[in-house]
């Protein structure tokens, strides 16, 4: 009798010598994913007779997964802030140093925030579920990812609260918010080869602008003040080295205040800005 573990096992060893980057980690996902069991409970059923067709999905995951297609691909699903959201490839895998941007925005009280470019609609959720109050809209230019986030955000139960709308950035959001957020595209033209196997499977319009990596910025820069309500906060993810550019970008514009926030392994991630009004 082959057991959960002897299957374990062996997806262990075939990531392992397809060199997957921890291959144990992701090989107890694949499992529970195939068997259908709560990676939580994993454990407690590993003694338990492989089926037939447990392991032909597992070797089909496991084969894909040494192709360095991305776990959450193949389970379709990421844990963010607490919370499992579905993804696919149509959008921007939900990655722990975004939690920094969600922490930022959490750190003052809001009442209607703007994600641009929402992508599955993490960030826009894990906002507007720690501040009850709050409504939210998020915007992206990809019919497929707020496909996504519609998902996302119907699932968690925020359809009353959050509004997803088919928009070039600004291009087509109404109104002023206290609160705007964005994961954009950041990642120079130059630096798109050197990237992980498991970045590439992830849609280029979401990773890249092409160039320098600062177009987005750029465009955010330009429409962030008038879409902001005086003392509203701007909040942006950026890469390690972007500090400085982005926040200068922000302050040509009138924005006030700019400030980096460093993630847990003390790199600069989140550049933050006020529209702070001009004395009388």
Partial sequence: MITLAAALAGAVRALRAAGVPDPATDARALL??????????????????????????????TARRAARVPVSHLVGARLFWGRRFAVTPDVLDPRPETET??????????????????????????????????TGIGADISPAALRVAQANVDAFGFAHRAQLVPS????????????????????????MASLAPEVRHEPDMALTPGGD????????????????????RLIVEIGPTQAKAVMALFAAEGLRECRAFRDLDGRDRVVVANNVPDPP
């Fill in 101 to 134: 941007l969600v922490a930022e925005a959490l750190g003052q009280p809001f009442t209607r925030m703007l994600d641009l470019g929402t992508g599955s609609g993490c960030i826009l959720v894990s906002c507007l579920a720690d501040q009850p109050l709050a």
């Fill in 213 to 232: 990596g600062l177009d987005a910025y750029r465009v955010i820069a330009r429409g962030a003040p008038a879409h902001l309500l005086p003392g509203g």
């Fill in 168 to 191: 070039d950035w600004f291009s087509d959001v109404q109104g002023q918010f206290d609160l705007i957020v964005s994961n954009p595209p950041y990642i120079a033209a130059s630096e």
């Fill in 32 to 61: 529970a994913h195939a068997s259908g069991i709560a990676p939580d409970r994993l454990t407690l059923h590993l003694h338990d007779p492989l089926d037939d067709s447990t392991a032909t999905f597992l070797a089909a995951l």
